[in-house]
């Protein structure tokens, strides 16, 4: 039979959070936090080095992670108080490795000394025995059966919230929750580059430069998605960028440099082709940014704007993080692990399908097990614009307080 037991490591639990609290670790001075992937990945992990932080105040957290995540952290205000970039490696890190880049790192973690380690990035199978190399004298995080043993294991289930399974693993530690999803900051310093940015890009069209968040006006979409299988049509959002346009909002399309074309096509589909490319002083109240900012630009931005439409993705998350109400949609089994815990200001769409369109697997299984079939059909198709751009009027429609920076 498969071991599915919390491994408490002996520790007897003094209270309860997410899940048991155990005892904490004595002389904790040191903490690696291992989490890799992208921005929405990042704001998983979040809470739970808040809650480490309060629960060993003494201690320093480094985050052990991506490029991606260090120029974020580097950009906001947030409970990481470092960053490392984890060289390539299998299952931690997608890329060719370095044996002798690796040693390189492993070296120079453990002497480091870290006293406590903490790993939130999946199952295990790879992140256990990586985590295990730091030398660090404690060790907590999730496992699968077959997953290297960590000094305290949560047993990884794949269908868990994100952010509570990290605080969980956090509670292993001793580390009660002090809140249930991230906290950051936007840095002002940056408001200055995003103002000139779109200034520069439309110099008629938003004719304000960009207006602060009690104000409102702005609708930011971001239609990109990892796995193309989350992504709503382009035209479904074009059509909510068409109605926010006619209504008089402007309407501003993020995207990374891969992701232009998508938000070019968004664009086109709410104002038309010829509009697109009729000179600045006609241009309709809609444009893309994708490409265009760096990602303390793209905070404030999120920070700033009066609501994010977005599908499963690290800005939708990056904004949910930012006290800026969100609408997002999302495929079912995703909202299990990954969709906003308040509906206060945030707002999901569901599309609820269990098998591929095409060759009809179960694309409920998921995981590092389950069979991923060759199709890319989405998986939310179904929503409507009508129901997204409801959400996005409700929203609008609140007196927000001017939200904590």
Same mark, same amino acid.
């Given at each position: 039979?498969?071991?599915?037991?919390?491994?408490?490591?002996?520790?007897?639990?003094?209270?309860?959070?997410?899940?048991?609290?155990?005892?904490?670790?004595?002389?904790?001075?040191?903490? /690696?936090?291992?989490?890799?992937?992208? $921005?929405?990945? +990042?704001? @998983?992990?979040?809470?739970?080095?808040? #809650? &480490?932080?309060? =629960?060993?105040?003494?201690?320093?957290?480094?985050?052990?992670?991506?490029?991606?995540?260090?120029?974020?952290?580097?950009?906001?205000?947030?409970?990481?108080?470092?960053?490392?970039?984890?060289?390539?490696?299998?299952?931690?890190?997608?890329?060719?490795?370095?044996?002798?880049?690796?040693?390189?790192?492993?070296?120079?973690?453990?002497?480091?000394?870290?006293?406590?380690?903490?790993q939130v990035h999946g199952g295990g199978r790879f992140s256990n025995p990586f985590l295990l190399r730091l030398a660090a004298r404690h060790t907590v995080g999730t496992g699968t059966p077959? /997953?290297?043993?960590?000094?305290?294991? $949560?047993?990884? +289930?794949? @269908?868990?919230?994100?952010?509570?399974? #990290? &605080?969980?693993? =956090?509670?292993?530690?001793?580390?009660?929750?002090?809140?249930?999803?991230?906290?950051?900051?936007?840095?002002?310093?940056?408001?200055?580059?995003?103002t000139a940015t779109v200034d520069a890009l439309f110099p008629a069209a938003f004719p304000s430069a960009f207006p602060s968040a009690r104000s409102g006006g702005t609708v930011v979409i971001h239609p990109g998605a990892t796995d193309?299988?989350?992504?709503?049509?382009?035209?479904?959002?074009?059509a909510v960028a068409r109605k926010a346009s006619d209504d008089g909002f402007r309407v501003l399309v993020i995207g990374?440099?891969?992701?232009?074309?998508?938000?070019?096509?968004?664009?086109?589909?709410?104002?038309?082709?010829?509009?697109?490319?009729?000179?600045?002083?006609?241009?309709?109240?809609v444009g893309s940014l994708a490409g265009e900012l760096g990602l303390g630009e793209l905070a404030v931005l999120l920070a700033e704007c009066s609501v994010v439409v977005a599908n499963d993705s690290g800005p939708r998350h990056l904004a949910q993080a930012l006290g800026t109400p969100t609408v997002g949609v999302f495929w079912a089994g995703n909202a299990i692990n990954a969709a906003p815990l308040g509906r206060g200001l945030h707002r999901i769409h569901l599309g609820w399908a269990t098998h591929c369109p095409v060759c009809g697997i179960d694309i409920t299984q998921v995981g590092w097990t389950a069979p991923r079939c060759g199709h890319d059909e989405s998986t939310v198709e179904a929503v409507t614009p009508e129901s997204v751009y409801e959400d996005v009027l409700q929203l609008t429609a609140m007196n927000l307080p001017l939200r904590g920076r």
């Amino acid at each position: 039979m498969e071991h599915l037991n919390t491994d408490f490591g002996g520790a007897r639990i003094t209270g309860y959070g997410v899940g048991p609290v155990l005892e904490k670790f004595a002389g904790v001075s040191r903490i /690696a936090v291992l989490r890799g992937g992208g $921005l929405g990945d +990042l704001m @998983y992990a979040l809470p739970a080095v808040a #809650a &480490l932080k309060a =629960a060993y105040p003494e201690a320093s957290a480094t985050l052990l992670g991506t490029p991606i995540q260090a120029e974020l952290l580097s950009r906001i205000d947030g409970p990481v108080d470092e960053t490392v970039v984890v060289p390539f490696s299998e299952g931690v890190r997608p890329g060719a490795e370095d044996e002798g880049e690796l040693k390189e790192f492993f070296d120079r973690m453990q002497a480091r000394k870290f006293d406590l380690a903490v790993q939130v990035h999946g199952g295990g199978r790879f992140s256990n025995p990586f985590l295990l190399r730091l030398a660090a004298r404690h060790t907590v995080g999730t496992g699968t059966p077959d /997953a290297a043993r960590l000094e305290r294991t $949560l047993p990884y +289930l794949y @269908y868990q919230h994100e952010p509570l399974r #990290a &605080l969980e693993v =956090a509670g292993l530690a001793g580390a009660p929750p002090v809140g249930l999803e991230a906290r950051i900051r936007a840095l002002p310093e940056f408001r200055q580059e995003l103002t000139a940015t779109v200034d520069a890009l439309f110099p008629a069209a938003f004719p304000s430069a960009f207006p602060s968040a009690r104000s409102g006006g702005t609708v930011v979409i971001h239609p990109g998605a990892t796995d193309p299988r989350r992504r709503w049509p382009a035209e479904r959002f074009g059509a909510v960028a068409r109605k926010a346009s006619d209504d008089g909002f402007r309407v501003l399309v993020i995207g990374d440099r891969s992701e232009k074309e998508l938000a070019e096509a968004v664009v086109e589909h709410a104002v038309g082709r010829v509009a697109m490319h009729t000179p600045p002083h006609g241009a309709p109240q809609v444009g893309s940014l994708a490409g265009e900012l760096g990602l303390g630009e793209l905070a404030v931005l999120l920070a700033e704007c009066s609501v994010v439409v977005a599908n499963d993705s690290g800005p939708r998350h990056l904004a949910q993080a930012l006290g800026t109400p969100t609408v997002g949609v999302f495929w079912a089994g995703n909202a299990i692990n990954a969709a906003p815990l308040g509906r206060g200001l945030h707002r999901i769409h569901l599309g609820w399908a269990t098998h591929c369109p095409v060759c009809g697997i179960d694309i409920t299984q998921v995981g590092w097990t389950a069979p991923r079939c060759g199709h890319d059909e989405s998986t939310v198709e179904a929503v409507t614009p009508e129901s997204v751009y409801e959400d996005v009027l409700q929203l609008t429609a609140m007196n927000l307080p001017l939200r904590g920076r």
